[in-house]
C-alpha cells in the first residue's frame, strides 16, 4: 500500500504501476479466452480488482484459509461469467 500512495506523488513509479496493470488485465483475458469465455474489459477489470482486494485483504488479516478463500472466490467469479455467456 505504501508503493500505491507513493505513485499518488511519483510520476515515474505511477507508470510502473500502469504498466503493471496494463500486464494483469492483458493476462486475465488470456485466462478467460483459455476457459472459452469471451473477455470483456469489464471481465477483466473485475478480475484484477478482485485479485487485489483479496490479496490486501489477506495480507491484512493473515487468516490461515485465506489462500482458500481466494481460490474460492476467484471460482465464483469465473462460473458467474461463464453462466453469463449463455444469454
Same mark, same amino acid.
Given at each position: 500500500?505504501?508503493?500505491?500512495?507513493?505513485?499518488?506523488?511519483?510520476?515515474?513509479?505511477?507508470?510502473?504501476?500502469?504498466? +503493471? $496493470?496494463?500486464?494483469?488485465?492483458?493476462?486475465?483475458?488470456?485466462?478467460? &479466452?483459455? @476457459?472459452?469465455?469471451?473477455? /470483456?474489459?469489464?471481465?477483466?477489470?473485475?478480475?484484477?480488482?478482485?485479485?487485489?482486494?483479496?490479496?490486501?485483504?489477506? +495480507? $491484512?488479516?493473515?487468516?490461515?484459509?485465506?489462500?482458500?478463500?481466494?481460490? &474460492?472466490? @476467484?471460482?465464483?467469479?469465473? /462460473?458467474?461469467?461463464?453462466?453469463?455467456?449463455?444469454?
Amino acid at each position: 500500500m505504501a508503493l500505491v500512495q507513493a505513485a499518488d506523488q511519483e510520476p515515474a513509479l505511477r507508470e510502473l504501476f500502469r504498466e +503493471l $496493470a496494463d500486464g494483469i488485465i492483458l493476462r486475465a483475458g488470456k485466462l478467460l &479466452r483459455n @476457459l472459452n469465455i469471451e473477455p /470483456t474489459d469489464e471481465h477483466c477489470y473485475q478480475l484484477h480488482a478482485m485479485s487485489v482486494g483479496m490479496a490486501m485483504v489477506d +495480507l $491484512a488479516t493473515a487468516r490461515k484459509d485465506g489462500e482458500r478463500r481466494a481460490a &474460492r472466490t @476467484l471460482e465464483t467469479a469465473l /462460473t458467474l461469467m461463464t453462466k453469463g455467456e449463455g444469454r
